[in-house]
Each structure stands twice: as structure tokens, then as C-alpha cells.
């Protein structure tokens, strides 16, 4: 008895000394899974991970990382975005460090990490935390295998608000994510939702601005391929999104609104590219209708293209360097010498009537010219190129009506002069008509039955309208600028009629 007591002593001394060992290595390893996580954001030359504080214990670990957001000279910088996030690493082969965290998983593998954000990290994360108060804003829940995949759950908790700072009232559904990534990044799929938004700002603090959200959702579908370029699609899609300015009372609407963007190989050394947006239905002000928009990039350099990027990168962490500029050229040159090809083709329905168009453009290399001294140089990049354009002939009219129509008011308004709206519209619609006859007149458009056509191609250095050459450098046509004694002016009597000289 006494010698199998001591057998069974043996064995659980050997089973605790390995569970420790297992934890000890599950926490150097874990360790590394974070430092080649954080190279891996490295490469996204807007955002800068630095880590703030790391401390490795044996059955769990914790770090502090600094997200820090690279903005343009043109970017506002009143509010920094950046901020840090508090990650609580609990070590395998089982994470019983976390066994009293709520979420944390009991299951086999090589670590499970908790990030939240650090709510003294910035004024924004300050703000978040004080609105969900005792309920962490932002939760990630990972769980790390023993090769370094990854499944992640990422949760907001429902918030509903009234009467808060610029707040009127705001309902949030809250936030669900699920991703997972594979080994050393080489692939990553997930996705993101969100329910519902409503939010109403008091009229003192943003005019009383709306902001309605439903049916939010982000897929990610990439995997890292030649090049070591990530391939697949990511995708936006929202079931409503609506935009109101109770000062103006103009909305923006937009209903099942998709943007899609993929890169794929295309050959043994390129990739090819396109965005994609599609609505069924936009309302901007007055105007509303379905449409759509692709754009496309084939024949681009697969070297080039990581080069690209990782010349980006750089610039991102040397922006003083003064061989930037040399570089990009370099870098440009090569790719063109692919013959890249741009393609955007575009649609829309509206009450007015329809529009289709389609560009494409085919790229070559370019002289060595100082671009700096001769911008023109820029014109031999361009091989060749051609345009179609289809437009209802009532919406051309009503979109251009519209737009001179607001040239005349803001004029008459800065001149201190009552205008006459009807006035005002008479003589855009003059304007218009006789822009149109013009255009016609020079062959640049075609009336055909309900609808102006156009076409256009360039090629050998030469571009042709509809058929006919067209001198480049050249600018003809009249100034069709509006004087000051065009503006139409509300007579003294009330009578609704144009002042003209």
C-alpha cells in the first residue's frame, strides 16, 4: 500500500512539475505570439504599436500596447484616436489563472488573452468608460493554439443614453465580432455586426443632428499569398444608414448599401485589384435613385506592389526623408512597365432618368523629364484610353439647372441683392440650354432621341471626340461665367422678373 501511495505521489509531483513546465513554456511562447502580432501590425504605415509595459509570470502575464495613429498635415489633430489596450494573458495547456474571469474559456491549448481598453489611455477612451460605467466599453477574448492560430470574440454591450453630454438620446445595440487567424498571420476570416444605432445630438451642441444605423456587417475573407500580399475580399454592407441635419432638415439616405474591395493574383507575377460600391437606393437632397460604381487595376506588378507598400511603411516612420520622393518615382516607373489598366465603370437610376459610363485607361512607362519642372510629362504614362458616356437628356438638364442655379443665388446673395428664385431658374435653364447647343454644335455631345451620348478615345498622343480629333493644349469655346448684371434681382414692385443690362 505503501509503495503504490508513493507511486501515485510520484506521479502527481511529475504531472505538477510538467503542468508548470507546460505553463512556463506556454508563457514564452505567448510572449513571442505578441512581439510577432505586433510586427505584424507594423506593417500598416497609419497605425504605430509600441508596447508600454510587459510583465511574464508563470501562469499568466500581463501587457499594456499604445495604438498610436498616424495623421496627415491636412487630418484634424484636436482629437487623438490613439489609445492603448490592457491585455491579461493567461497560459496552457489550460488557463486556470482565468478561471474566476468571466468569458474565459477552460479549454485546452496554449493561451488565452483578454484585451479591454486602458480607460486612461485618452479623453475618448475616459469619455467611453465613464458612459458604459461598471461594464468594460470593449472586450476581446482570444484563444491561442499551440501553433499560433488565433480565434478571437470581440463584444460591445448594449448602450442606451439620455440627456448626456451633447446627447439627446442614443441606442446602441451593441457590437459582436468573431475572427480567426492563422499561424504567423498567413490567413485571417471574420466577421462584425451591429443591429442598430440611433442617435439624436441636442440642437445647442450639433444642430440636433440624427444619425439611424441598421443592419451594420463586416466580412473579411484574405489569406497571405505571393508576394507575401494578402489575397481574398473584405466587405461593408449596411441595411439603412440615415443622415439628418435638423438645421438644413436635408437627409442623407441609403438603403442595403454594399462596398467590397478584393486582391487576387492575376498570372505568375501580377495582381489585379477592384472597389466596388452599390446602393438600391440614395437620397441627397432632392435627388434619389439607385447605382453603382467599380473600379479596377489589372496588369500591376506583384514585386512592385509590396514594394509600394513597404515604401509606404517607411514613409510612415521617416516622413523628413529625402529620398522619398526618388523612391516612389523608381518604384512607380517599374510598375508602369507592366502596363497596369484602370478601369471604372459607373451607374445610376434616378427620377430623372439614367446615367451608365465607363473609362478605361492603359498605363506605359514615361520619360525621365523633371516632373517638377514639366508636370505635362505625366500625359506619356498614359498609353492609351477610352470613355463612354450615356446620360437620360431630362437628368443632364436638372443636374445642370441645379448646379448653376445655386452659382446664381450664392452670387446674388453675396452681392447683398434680393433674387428672384423663379428668375433664377429661367435663367439657368438658359444658360443650360444654350451650354448644351453649344457642346452639340462642336460635336462633343450627341442628342439621341432621350439621351446625350458621348465617347472619347486617346491614343498615340492624340484624342479623339465622337469620332472627331481634338488639338490637345488647346482650350476653345466662350466664357460662360456668370456677370454681375446677369444676376436676376427681385424688382422694387415684387414682380418676379430678371434685371438684365
Not at 513546465?21 to 511562447?29: P, V
Not at 484634424?76 to 497560459?91: L, T
Given at each position: 500500500?505503501?509503495?503504490?501511495?508513493?507511486?501515485?505521489?510520484?506521479?502527481?509531483?511529475?504531472?505538477?512539475?510538467?503542468?508548470?513546465?507546460?505553463?512556463y513554456?506556454?508563457?514564452?511562447?505567448?510572449e513571442?505570439w505578441?512581439?510577432?502580432?505586433?510586427?505584424?501590425?507594423?506593417k500598416?504605415?497609419?497605425?504605430k504599436?509600441?508596447?508600454?509595459?510587459?510583465?511574464?509570470?508563470l501562469?499568466?502575464?500581463?501587457?499594456?500596447?499604445?495604438?498610436?495613429?498616424?495623421?496627415?498635415?491636412?487630418?484634424?489633430?484636436?482629437?487623438?484616436?490613439?489609445?492603448?489596450?490592457r491585455?491579461?494573458?493567461?497560459?496552457?495547456?489550460?488557463?486556470?489563472?482565468?478561471?474566476n474571469?468571466?468569458?474565459?474559456?477552460?479549454?485546452?491549448?496554449?493561451?488565452?488573452?483578454?484585451?479591454t481598453?486602458?480607460?486612461?489611455?485618452?479623453?475618448?477612451?475616459r469619455?467611453?468608460?465613464?458612459?458604459?460605467?461598471?461594464?468594460?466599453?470593449?472586450?476581446?477574448?482570444?484563444?491561442?493554439?499551440?501553433?499560433?492560430?488565433?480565434?478571437?470574440?470581440?463584444?460591445?454591450?448594449?448602450?442606451?443614453?439620455?440627456n448626456?453630454?451633447?446627447?439627446?438620446s442614443?441606442?446602441?445595440?451593441g457590437?459582436?465580432?468573431?475572427?480567426?487567424?492563422?499561424?504567423?498571420a498567413?490567413?485571417?476570416?471574420?466577421?462584425?455586426?451591429?443591429?442598430s444605432?440611433?442617435?439624436?445630438?441636442?440642437?445647442?451642441?450639433s444642430?440636433?443632428?440624427?444619425?439611424?444605423?441598421n443592419?451594420?456587417?463586416?466580412?473579411?475573407?484574405?489569406?497571405?499569398?505571393?508576394?507575401?500580399?494578402?489575397f481574398?475580399?473584405?466587405?461593408i454592407?449596411v441595411g439603412e444608414?440615415r443622415?439628418?441635419?435638423?438645421?438644413?432638415?436635408?437627409?442623407?439616405?441609403?438603403?442595403?448599401?454594399?462596398?467590397?474591395?478584393?486582391?487576387?493574383?492575376?498570372?505568375?507575377?501580377?495582381?489585379?485589384?477592384?472597389?466596388?460600391?452599390k446602393?438600391?437606393?440614395?437620397?441627397?437632397?432632392?435627388?434619389?435613385?439607385?447605382?453603382?460604381?467599380?473600379?479596377?487595376?489589372?496588369?500591376?506588378d506583384?514585386?512592385?506592389?509590396?514594394?509600394?507598400?513597404?515604401?509606404?511603411?517607411?514613409?510612415?516612420n521617416?516622413?523628413?526623408?529625402?529620398?522619398?520622393?526618388d523612391?516612389?518615382?523608381?518604384?512607380?516607373k517599374?510598375?508602369?512597365?507592366?502596363?497596369?489598366?484602370?478601369?471604372?465603370?459607373?451607374?445610376?437610376?434616378?427620377?430623372?432618368?439614367?446615367?451608365?459610363?465607363?473609362?478605361?485607361?492603359n498605363?506605359?512607362?514615361?520619360s525621365?523629364?523633371n516632373?517638377?519642372?514639366?508636370?505635362?510629362?505625366?500625359?506619356?504614362?498614359v498609353?492609351?484610353?477610352?470613355?463612354?458616356?450615356?446620360?437620360?437628356?431630362?437628368?443632364?438638364?436638372?443636374?445642370?439647372?441645379?448646379?448653376?442655379?445655386?452659382?446664381?443665388m450664392?452670387?446674388?446673395?453675396?452681392q447683398?441683392?434680393?433674387?428672384?428664385?423663379p428668375?433664377?431658374?429661367?435663367l439657368?435653364?438658359?444658360?443650360v440650354?444654350?451650354?448644351?447647343?453649344?457642346?452639340?454644335?462642336?460635336g462633343?455631345?450627341?442628342?439621341?432621341?432621350?439621351?446625350?451620348?458621348s465617347?472619347?478615345?486617346?491614343?498615340?498622343g492624340?484624342?479623339w471626340?465622337n469620332?472627331?480629333?481634338?488639338?490637345?493644349?488647346?482650350?476653345?469655346?466662350?466664357?460662360?461665367?456668370?456677370?454681375?448684371?446677369?444676376?436676376?434681382l427681385?424688382?422694387?414692385?415684387?414682380?418676379?422678373?430678371?434685371?438684365?443690362?
Amino acid at each position: 500500500m505503501k509503495k503504490l501511495v508513493g507511486v501515485i505521489v510520484v506521479i502527481l509531483v511529475l504531472a505538477a512539475a510538467g503542468f508548470v513546465g507546460a505553463a512556463y513554456w506556454s508563457g514564452m511562447q505567448a510572449e513571442r505570439w505578441y512581439r510577432e502580432a505586433l510586427a505584424e501590425g507594423a506593417k500598416n504605415p497609419n497605425v504605430k504599436f509600441s508596447t508600454t509595459r510587459y510583465e511574464r509570470g508563470l501562469f499568466s502575464s500581463q501587457s499594456i500596447t499604445r495604438v498610436q495613429f498616424v495623421l496627415s498635415e491636412g487630418e484634424s489633430k484636436e482629437i487623438d484616436p490613439s489609445f492603448s489596450i490592457r491585455q491579461d494573458i493567461y497560459h496552457g495547456p489550460l488557463p486556470l489563472a482565468g478561471r474566476n474571469v468571466s468569458g474565459v474559456p477552460m479549454q485546452w491549448g496554449g493561451a488565452v488573452i483578454r484585451a479591454t481598453l486602458d480607460p486612461d489611455s485618452s479623453a475618448w477612451t475616459r469619455e467611453l468608460a465613464k458612459l458604459y460605467g461598471k461594464l468594460e466599453p470593449v472586450e476581446a477574448i482570444s484563444r491561442v493554439g499551440f501553433d499560433g492560430a488565433s480565434d478571437t470574440r470581440i463584444t460591445m454591450p448594449p448602450l442606451t443614453l439620455s440627456n448626456v453630454e451633447d446627447l439627446q438620446s442614443l441606442k446602441f445595440s451593441g457590437l459582436q465580432g468573431q475572427f480567426q487567424v492563422a499561424p504567423r498571420a498567413a490567413a485571417v476570416q471574420g466577421k462584425l455586426t451591429v443591429a442598430s444605432l440611433d442617435l439624436i445630438g441636442k440642437p445647442e451642441a450639433s444642430g440636433g443632428a440624427q444619425v439611424k444605423l441598421n443592419g451594420l456587417n463586416v466580412n473579411v475573407n484574405q489569406r497571405k499569398g505571393a508576394f507575401d500580399l494578402l489575397f481574398g475580399d473584405s466587405s461593408i454592407g449596411v441595411g439603412e444608414l440615415r443622415v439628418q441635419d435638423q438645421t438644413t432638415g436635408t437627409p442623407f439616405v441609403a438603403t442595403n448599401l454594399a462596398i467590397t474591395g478584393a486582391l487576387n493574383p492575376q498570372g505568375a507575377q501580377q495582381v489585379a485589384g477592384e472597389v466596388a460600391i452599390k446602393a438600391d437606393k440614395v437620397t441627397v437632397d432632392q435627388q434619389s435613385g439607385s447605382g453603382s460604381l467599380r473600379l479596377a487595376l489589372r496588369n500591376l506588378d506583384g514585386v512592385t506592389v509590396a514594394r509600394l507598400q513597404q515604401w509606404q511603411q517607411k514613409l510612415a516612420n521617416q516622413p523628413e526623408d529625402p529620398g522619398a520622393l526618388d523612391e516612389l518615382m523608381k518604384l512607380l516607373k517599374t510598375l508602369l512597365r507592366g502596363k497596369p489598366e484602370f478601369t471604372l465603370d459607373s451607374q445610376a437610376k434616378l427620377a430623372q432618368g439614367d446615367w451608365q459610363g465607363k473609362l478605361t485607361l492603359n498605363f506605359q512607362d514615361f520619360s525621365e523629364a523633371n516632373l517638377l519642372l514639366d508636370p505635362s510629362a505625366l500625359l506619356g504614362a498614359v498609353e492609351k484610353g477610352a470613355a463612354e458616356v450615356a446620360a437620360s437628356k431630362a437628368l443632364v438638364e436638372a443636374l445642370l439647372i441645379g448646379t448653376i442655379k445655386e452659382q446664381l443665388m450664392a452670387q446674388a446673395q453675396a452681392q447683398g441683392k434680393p433674387a428672384s428664385e423663379p428668375a433664377v431658374q429661367n435663367l439657368a435653364a438658359q444658360q443650360v440650354a444654350q451650354q448644351l447647343q453649344g457642346l452639340t454644335t462642336a460635336g462633343f455631345i450627341r442628342l439621341e432621341g432621350n439621351q446625350y451620348r458621348s465617347s472619347a478615345r486617346f491614343e498615340g498622343g492624340k484624342l479623339w471626340v465622337n469620332g472627331q480629333e481634338i488639338p490637345l493644349g488647346i482650350t476653345a469655346g466662350a466664357d460662360d461665367g456668370v456677370t454681375e448684371d446677369e444676376i436676376p434681382l427681385e424688382p422694387d414692385d415684387g414682380a418676379e422678373e430678371p434685371t438684365r443690362n
